[in-house]
């Protein structure tokens, strides 16, 4: 079974940076379809961006264009999310994801395994 765990969350200040990890134990890991969506409290899970198995194609939920950057390693089966000028309302818990697909896109339904969730707060 494919687990996932993030790491990187934790307190910034806002206009800072910070990098979320997610290692997958998948061993097909290099044709699965990742992507990161987040839930503040009282929010909705909403996706936040994506990348497909070679990184070929990306998509990047509007609210993070620009300040956000998904990528990947497959030799080390992990993807990244860059998360750069950070404001109060990136306050959320952000999961990874993997889909079977080799592009998961923003749909949630697509993605099939789930990490368990890393904090991250921005201070104003």
């Known amino acids: 079974q494919v687990q996932l765990v993030e790491s990187g969350g934790g307190l910034v200040q806002a206009g800072g940076s910070l990098r979320l990890s997610c290692a997958a134990t998948a061993r097909a890991f290099s044709t699965y379809g990742t992507g990161w969506f987040r839930q503040a409290p009282g929010k909705e899970r909403e996706f936040v961006a994506a990348?497909?198995?070679?990184?070929?194609?990306?998509d990047y939920a509007d609210s993070v264009k620009g300040r956000f950057s998904i990528s990947r390693d497959n030799a080390q089966r992990s993807v990244y999310l860059q998360m750069n000028s950070l404001k109060s309302e990136d306050t959320a818990i952000y999961y990874c994801?993997?889909?079977?697909?080799?592009?998961?896109?923003?749909?949630?339904?697509?993605?099939?395994?789930w990490g368990q969730g890393t904090q991250v707060t921005v201070s104003s």
């Open positions: 990348m497909s198995s070679r990184g070929s194609s990306t």
């Open positions: 994801a993997v889909s079977l697909r080799a592009y998961g896109g923003s749909y949630r339904n697509n993605y099939i395994y």
